[in-house]
């Protein structure tokens, strides 16, 4: 089992930055990757940026690609995702996830939490 606590976000001007952070705890010697994925209502889920704990790789969606970084800290059990440059079109509920090794599909999310671009 892994938890994930989330935190960050709220309300940001375009163009603004925002930090989402989500720190794991539990079994996390096993965990593969983590990332974020962002949901708006009446939409798929859609994944925003993730990173590997094998090298530090990481992959991001196109729409944030040079806007958003998604690091983690030296110990590996808390990433972020930098946010700059928002549009109004990030605004979204943000999910942390963790993957596990030989998954192929998120095992645990965090609660979500809201980024809204607006003026």
């Known amino acids: 089992q892994v938890q994930l606590v989330e935190s960050g976000g709220g309300l940001v001007q375009p163009g603004g930055s925002a930090r989402l952070s989500c720190a794991a705890s539990?079994?996390?010697?096993?965990?593969?990757?983590m990332g974020w994925y962002r949901q708006v209502p009446g939409k798929k889920r859609e994944l925003v940026a993730r990173?590997?704990?094998?090298?530090?790789?990481?992959n991001y969606a196109n729409s944030v690609k040079g806007r958003f970084t998604n690091f983690r800290d030296q110990a590996g059990n808390t990433v972020y995702l930098q946010m700059n440059s928002l549009k109004p079109g990030d605004t979204a509920v943000y999910y942390c996830?963790?993957?596990?090794?030989?998954?192929?599909?998120?095992?645990?999310w965090g609660q979500g939490t809201q980024v809204t671009v607006s003026s």
């Open positions: 996830y963790v993957l596990m090794y030989r998954c192929s599909s998120p095992n645990y």
């Open positions: 539990g079994n996390i010697f096993r965990i593969y990757a």
């Open positions: 990173i590997f704990n094998d090298g530090g790789s990481t």
